[in-house]
């Protein structure tokens, strides 16, 4: 991603998106690469019931550069790496013809994106240290046709 933003444009009553100079407020380039890799199985214990674990392999770096004219640039942090493996797990039980109870567990994360590294004005600062987000998403249901569920979203820190 590139973005240029706060350039300085005329000042005439009509629409014109003529810039004065060449000169950007904040001139950024923002790029990220990622791989993951995700398995999972179901294991079939009988018609009725299965269990299905599963992993997931995470492995990305975003680097952040170029220029923000109100901020030092050594305080932006310009390279974020993560590397994590997420685990699931869920399970369901046929007890009757159409019913089906089921439960999930799965770990989860948010990450850091540019919104996170970049300060919006001078009167922000942004810890260099920020980490990715993670948590779970957890589940159980019932299924007849219609479906029932309680359902859990945490952030751990």
Known sequence: MRR?????GTTGTDYDLTRVN???????????NN???FAEYQFNFSDRWSISPGLRYE???????????????????NEISHQF???SISTSYHF???????????GAYRPVILKDIV????????????KDARGFNSE????????ISIGCICLLP
Request: proline share 1%.
């Open 140 to 147: 159980i249901g019932l299924r007849n046709g219609v479906t």
């Open 96 to 106: 009757m013809k159409g019913m089906e109870i089921y439960a999930n567990y799965a």
């Open 119 to 130: 300060p919006a004005s001078i009167y922000e600062s942004v810890d260099k240290n920020l």
């Open 35 to 37: 791989l993951a890799l």
């Open 59 to 77: 492995d990305g770096i975003s680097v952040f550069s170029g220029d923000i004219a109100y901020y030092n640039a050594d305080s932006v942090r």
């Open 85 to 87: 493996l997420l685990k």
């Open 4 to 8: 240029r933003q706060q350039g300085v």
């Open 22 to 32: 060449d000169y950007w407020g904040r001139n950024m380039h923002y790029n990220t």
